[in-house]
């Protein structure tokens, strides 16, 4: 099974900027989606960002659009999310997600349906 360890998060003051790492174990990421979620307290997990391992295909939720950068590194087995711009709304628990990429890149984003998850980091964003 896909066994994913997520690193990075932290305390940041608005604008400032963190980079996420997850780390993947179990299998080799040729042809994955790897997607980074978020939850706030009292809100619904949300998509930020997935990743196609196999041609890199990206989809970005609208809100981290210009800001979010995803990447992935596959000799490492490791999928980054550099977080620019950052805003104290961004403030939440960020997991790491992955499944085969039995669908789009995006569908699959969206829908949030991935098999594999990580234990989560928390990012504050606060002054």
């Known amino acids: 099974q896909l066994q994913l360890v997520e690193s990075g998060g932290g305390l940041v003051q608005p604008g400032g900027s963190l980079r996420l790492s997850c780390a993947a174990s179990g299998f080799t990421l040729d042809y994955y989606v790897i997607g980074w979620f978020r939850q706030a307290p009292g809100k619904e997990r949300e998509g930020v960002s997935c990743?196609?391992?196999?041609?890199?295909?990206?989809y970005y939720a609208d809100s981290v659009k210009g800001r979010f950068t995803i990447s992935r590194d596959n000799a490492k087995n490791t999928v980054y999310l550099q977080m620019n711009s950052l805003k104290p709304e961004d403030t939440a628990v960020y997991y790491c997600?992955?499944?085969?990429?039995?669908?789009?890149?995006?569908?699959?984003?969206?829908?949030?349906?991935?098999?594999?998850w990580g234990q989560g980091t928390q990012v504050t964003v606060s002054a």
């Open positions: 997600a992955g499944d085969l990429a039995w669908t789009s890149v995006q569908a699959l984003c969206v829908s949030r349906n991935f098999g594999s």
């Open positions: 990743i196609s391992t196999s041609d890199g295909i990206t």
